[in-house]
C-alpha cells in the first residue's frame, strides 16, 4: 500500500448524534487510515463530491434517526452517476435488521448496529476497500 | 494499575468515569471537615443539597412524565391519551428533526425524516390535532424543541386561547436550550447571538404572560449521551445555565424575574451512587451560583428543580429485554436523588422508537418505585453516608473546577468557538468505547454473557407514508387560509426581528395566522443567518 487508505466519515440527514461517527473516525485514524469527517447534516450529493474531491477510497454513513433506507441508497446511486462507483461505501446506526439487506442491495457493502467494536470497523475496511 | 472496575486485586486503585477514586471504604474521617447546616441542611433550604422541597415525594411524587411522538399529530394524540389512561402524570412532546431544525414536511431535507423520531408539526393546524382534548388546564406539558422553541410555545399558547384556558393557569415546559444543541444535541438553526436573544425574549414574555411556565430546561442528558462524564454533565450543563442568566441580565431583566423559572434536565447512568451524589451536587453549586454569583433575593431563584431521563447510550440492542433492568436501577438512582420528573426509557431503546408495550413496561417501573420500594418515604434518604457525602464534595469540586475553567476562557460562547466541550466530551466518549473494546468495562450481552440473538420483533416503525399525507395537509392549509393575513404577519414579525423589539407576541400572531414553522423559521433564518459547526 503506497498511501494510507482513505475514509470519509458523514453524518446523513437532520440526526445530529455524532458520538459513533466522532469514535468511528477517531479509531480510524490511530489505525493510520486518513479520515476527512463532514461533520453534520451532509446530503447525498455534498458527501460524494468531497470523496470524489479527496481521492478516498471509503465513504461510512451514519444515521440514528430513521432515514436511512431513503438516504442511504443515494450515495451509491451518485457514485454510479459521477464513475466513482469503486469508493466502498458502508454505513451505521439505528439500522432495523429487516432494512439491512435491502440496504446491501442498494450498494451499501457493510451496515454496522449498535455493539460494533472499532475493530470490526477496521478490519472491513482493511480488507474490503478496492485498490 | 487503575482500571475503572472491579478486580479480583483488592489493592488496585479504582476510579469511576468521573476520576473519581473510590474507596474501599469510607468512614466518618471522609466528612470530619464538613457542616451539616453549611453543606447540606435541609430539604427546601439554602443550599438544597437534600431536596428543594421539605416534604418531597411523601407529600407529591416526582412526575411521570413519559417522552413520546411519532408519525402524525393524530397518533402522537392517541398515545398522550393511552399513556394518561395507564398513569402517567404530564406530558412530553417529541418532535420530529424536520420541526426541530424549523423545516416544514415538504423541505427537501425534509425527505425521510418526516415523523421518525418525534411528531411532524407543520403548522396550528396540526397542534390542534396534537393537544386535541388533552386538560391543558391540568397537567403539565413538556415540548423537546429547541432552535423554534418560540413557535412551539406559540402555538401552545394558541390552542390554549382556542380552548378558553387562560394562560396564567398553563403549566409546562419548553427545553429551549440552544446551548446544548452546539455543544452536544446538533439541532441548532441560528448563530448564538440571535438565539440568545430569542432565549430571553421567552423568559421576558413568560414573565408577564405565562408565569407557571418552565421557560427552559437546562440540559445535561445530552451532554452525558454524547459521552461526557458525571462532572462533565454538570459541570457544562451550570456553565450554560450561568451563560443563560448573564444574557438575560444584559437583557435587563432582574435576576429574580426568570429564576424561579428556571429548570434542569439530567442524565440518570448507571453508577448509582456516582448519579445520586451528582444530583445534590447540583443542587447546592447552583444555589451558591445564584445566590453569591447573581444575587439572587428569591429562593425560588436558587432552587435547582429537575426532569430526569435514564441514560438511553446505555441500552443495548443485544438482549434487549435487560434493558428493563439496567432502566429500573437507573430510575432508582434519579428518584435517589431528588428529581422532579422522571422519563424511563422503553427496552427497546436501541433498536426503534418505544412500541406500546415496552412504554407501558417503563412506566410501570417508575409506578413500582413510587408505590412498591418505599424509597418515597423519607427524603434523601442517602444522606449521611459516608460514601455519598464524600462523593458529592468531589463531584462539586471537580465541576467547580471546570466552570473556573470556562470562566477564565471568556464564558461558553468563547469555549464552544474554541471547540472546549465538544473535544472534552468527545475524549471522555472515545475513552470510554476503549474500555469496553478492551473488556476493562462490562456491558453485559455485549462483550460478556453474550447468546444467539433472536431478531427482535413488535418493533416500531413509522409508517413513510406520514410524509406525503403531511405534505398534502400543508398544501390544502396554503390554499385556504387568509393568505394576506398570513403574509403581513410574517412581515411584522421580520421588521420585529431586526429591531430589540419582544418577537413572541409576533410569533404568535404568525402561527394564529397559520403560517408555518417552515415559514417562521425561513424568515429568521434570512434575518439571523444559520450557524456553522466547528470541529
Redesign the interface.
Given at each position: 500500500m503506497d498511501r494510507p487508505i482513505r475514509v470519509v466519515i458523514a453524518k446523513l440527514?437532520?440526526?445530529?448524534?455524532?458520538?459513533g461517527a466522532?469514535?468511528i473516525a477517531?479509531?480510524l485514524r490511530d489505525a493510520g487510515m486518513e479520515v476527512i469527517?463532514t461533520?453534520?447534516?451532509q446530503?447525498p450529493e455534498n458527501i460524494v463530491e468531497i470523496a470524489i474531491q479527496e481521492d478516498a477510497d471509503a465513504i461510512g454513513l451514519s444515521s440514528l434517526?430513521?432515514?436511512?433506507?431513503?438516504?442511504f441508497p443515494k450515495v451509491p446511486e451518485r457514485l454510479r452517476e459521477k464513475g466513482a462507483e469503486d469508493i466502498l461505501v458502508f454505513g451505521g446506526g439505528?439500522i432495523?435488521?429487516?432494512d439491512i439487506a435491502p440496504l446491501k442491495e442498494a450498494g451499501i457493502a457493510a451496515i454496522f448496529?449498535?455493539?460494533t467494536?472499532?475493530?470490526s470497523v477496521i478490519e472491513f475496511i482493511r480488507e474490503n476497500v478496492g485498490r | 494499575m487503575t482500571t475503572t472496575r472491579a478486580t479480583d486485586n483488592k489493592d488496585d486503585i479504582i476510579k469511576n468515569s468521573s476520576e473519581i477514586e473510590i474507596k474501599r471504604i469510607y468512614t466518618p474521617d471522609d466528612l470530619s471537615d464538613r457542616s451539616y447546616q453549611e453543606d447540606l441542611s435541609f430539604p427546601g433550604e439554602f443550599p438544597y443539597t437534600r431536596g428543594v422541597q421539605p416534604t418531597m415525594y411523601r407529600s407529591r411524587f416526582w412526575t411521570m412524565r413519559q417522552y413520546a411522538g411519532f408519525a402524525s399529530a393524530e397518533e402522537s394524540n392517541n398515545r398522550y391519551k393511552y399513556l394518561l389512561k395507564q398513569g402517567q402524570t404530564g406530558l412530553s412532546i417529541a418532535f420530529d428533526?424536520?420541526t426541530?431544525?424549523g423545516?416544514d414536511s415538504d423541505h427537501a431535507?425534509?425527505?425521510?425524516?418526516v415523523g421518525?423520531?418525534g411528531v411532524a408539526i407543520d403548522s396550528l393546524e396540526d397542534m390542534e390535532i396534537l393537544l386535541k382534548d388533552l386538560p391543558l388546564d391540568q397537567i403539565s406539558v413538556s415540548m423537546t424543541i429547541n432552535s423554534p422553541a418560540p413557535v412551539l410555545l406559540a402555538m401552545y399558547i394558541a390552542v390554549a386561547k382556542k380552548n378558553g384556558i387562560p394562560l396564567e393557569k398553563l403549566s409546562g415546559t419548553i427545553q429551549n436550550d440552544i446551548l446544548k444543541?452546539y455543544i452536544a444535541?446538533?439541532?441548532y438553526i441560528f448563530p448564538i447571538t440571535p438565539s440568545m436573544r430569542l432565549i430571553t425574549d421567552i423568559f421576558k414574555y413568560c414573565a408577564d404572560e405565562v408565569p407557571k411556565w418552565n421557560t427552559i430546561s437546562i440540559s445535561g442528558y445530552h451532554i452525558r449521551?454524547?459521552?461526557a462524564t458525571a462532572v462533565q454533565e454538570i459541570a457544562f450543563t451550570l456553565a450554560n445555565g450561568i451563560a443563560y442568566v448573564d444574557a438575560a441580565i444584559k437583557a435587563g431583566l432582574d435576576v429574580d424575574d426568570f429564576g424561579p423559572r428556571l429548570s434542569f434536565f439530567f442524565n440518570a447512568h448507571n453508577d448509582l451512587f456516582e448519579e445520586v451524589a451528582k444530583f445534590r451536587a447540583a443542587r447546592r453549586m447552583w444555589a451558591r451560583i445564584m445566590r453569591d454569583r447573581f444575587h439572587a433575593k428569591n429562593p425560588k431563584s436558587m432552587m435547582l428543580r429537575f426532569h430526569t431521563q435514564t441514560a438511553g447510550?446505555t441500552l443495548?440492542?443485544?438482549q434487549p429485554e435487560n434493558n428493563v433492568v439496567r432502566v429500573a436501577m437507573q430510575a432508582l438512582s434519579a428518584v435517589l436523588g431528588g428529581t422532579q420528573s422522571l422519563h424511563t426509557n422503553s427496552r427497546d431503546e436501541?433498536?426503534?422508537l418505544p412500541s406500546e408495550q415496552a412504554a407501558k413496561i417503563a412506566l410501570r417501573t417508575q409506578q413500582i418505585l413510587a408505590y412498591e420500594s418505599g424509597v418515597t418515604e423519607t427524603v434523601d434518604p442517602l444522606a449521611g453516608s459516608y460514601y455519598v457525602e464524600s462523593l458529592t464534595n468531589e463531584i462539586e469540586e471537580k465541576a467547580l473546577a471546570y466552570i473556573r475553567t470556562i470562566d477564565e476562557m471568556g464564558g461558553v460562547q468563547r469555549a464552544i468557538e474554541k471547540n472546549y466541550m465538544q473535544q472534552e466530551i468527545?475524549d471522555s466518549?472515545?475513552t470510554y468505547?476503549k474500555e469496553?473494546?478492551s473488556a476493562s468495562r462490562i456491558v453485559v450481552g455485549?462483550n460478556k454473557f453474550q447468546v444467539e440473538e433472536d431478531?427482535?420483533s413488535d418493533?416500531m416503525?413509522?409508517d413513510?407514508k406520514v410524509e406525503e399525507i403531511q405534505q398534502r395537509k400543508l398544501a390544502t392549509l396554503k390554499g385556504t387560509r387568509d393568505q394576506a393575513k398570513t403574509s403581513a404577519a410574517l412581515a411584522a414579525m421580520r421588521e420585529a426581528s431586526r429591531t430589540d423589539e419582544n418577537l413572541m407576541p409576533f410569533i404568535v400572531k404568525a402561527v394564529e395566522a397559520y403560517a408555518t414553522i417552515g415559514e417562521i423559521c425561513g424568515v429568521l433564518r434570512e434575518e439571523f443567518g444559520e450557524y456553522k459547526?466547528a470541529?
Open positions: 440527514g437532520l440526526d445530529g448524534h455524532d458520538r466522532k469514535i477517531r479509531a469527517y461533520g453534520l447534516r446530503t434517526s430513521g432515514a436511512h433506507n431513503h438516504l439505528v432495523p435488521e429487516k448496529t449498535p455493539g467494536t472499532t475493530t | 428533526l424536520p426541530q431544525i423545516y431535507l425534509s425527505q425521510g425524516e421518525k423520531v444543541e444535541r446538533g439541532t449521551e454524547a459521552g447510550c443495548t440492542a443485544q436501541a433498536l426503534a468527545q466518549a472515545y468505547q469496553i473494546e455485549v431478531v427482535a418493533l416503525y413509522v413513510p459547526q470541529f
